[in-house]
């Protein structure tokens, strides 16, 4: 993957952020949005934008375009490079393969303890029975 070519397709939207700031928040746009058309984008091969899209089925709008918005700083800058820091572990992660699950049994000393277990639970509770009339 390369990054740079990826933050070239990212657009960015600023407006005004709520929180601590005081009469600063009131002022400037430091709140930054990102947005990035995965459909468009010639970064990524059709099958890692399919992998893509269905780990991050959820952040993707109907138009095909992930968006991330950070307004965690006062700052638009710092804002600005924490989205884009953001969007890319969005996708770096997603395009991460998982193993397949590999189906085990139990050993035969699992299930010899287990049966043993259910033994005494039952005797446990025969024995109680029995005491109690």
Same mark, same amino acid.
Do not use: C, Y
């Given at each position: 993957?390369?990054t740079?070519?990826?933050v070239?397709?990212l657009?960015?939207r600023t407006?005004r952020?709520g %929180?601590s700031?005081?009469?600063?928040?009131?002022k400037?746009?430091? !709140?930054?949005?990102?947005?990035?058309? +995965?459909? *468009?984008?010639?970064v990524f091969d059709? %099958?890692s934008?399919? !992998? /893509?899209?269905q780990?991050?089925?959820?952040r993707i709008?109907?138009?095909?375009?992930?968006?991330v918005v950070v307004?965690e700083? !006062?700052s638009?800058l710092r804002?600005?490079?924490?989205? +884009?820091?953001? /969007?890319l572990q969005? /996708?770096?992660? *997603?395009l +991460?393969k998982?193993?397949?699950r590999?189906?085990t049994?139990p050993h035969k000393?699992? /299930?010899?303890?287990?049966?043993d277990?259910?033994?005494?639970q039952?005797?446990?509770?025969?024995?109680r !029975?029995?005491?109690?009339?």
């Amino acid at each position: 993957m390369d990054t740079n070519e990826l933050v070239k397709e990212l657009q960015f939207r600023t407006s005004r952020s709520g %929180g601590s700031g005081g009469q600063h928040v009131n002022k400037v746009s430091s !709140r930054v949005e990102v947005f990035w058309d +995965i459909n *468009s984008s010639v970064v990524f091969d059709d %099958g890692s934008k399919n !992998r /893509i899209v269905q780990k991050l089925k959820n952040r993707i709008n109907k138009e095909g375009i992930l968006q991330v918005v950070v307004d965690e700083d !006062r700052s638009q800058l710092r804002n600005k490079n924490n989205a +884009i820091n953001k /969007i890319l572990q969005l /996708i770096q992660n *997603s395009l +991460i393969k998982e193993k397949p699950r590999k189906a085990t049994k139990p050993h035969k000393a699992a /299930i010899a303890k287990r049966l043993d277990a259910k033994k005494k639970q039952a005797l446990k509770k025969i024995n109680r !029975r029995e005491n109690w009339n």
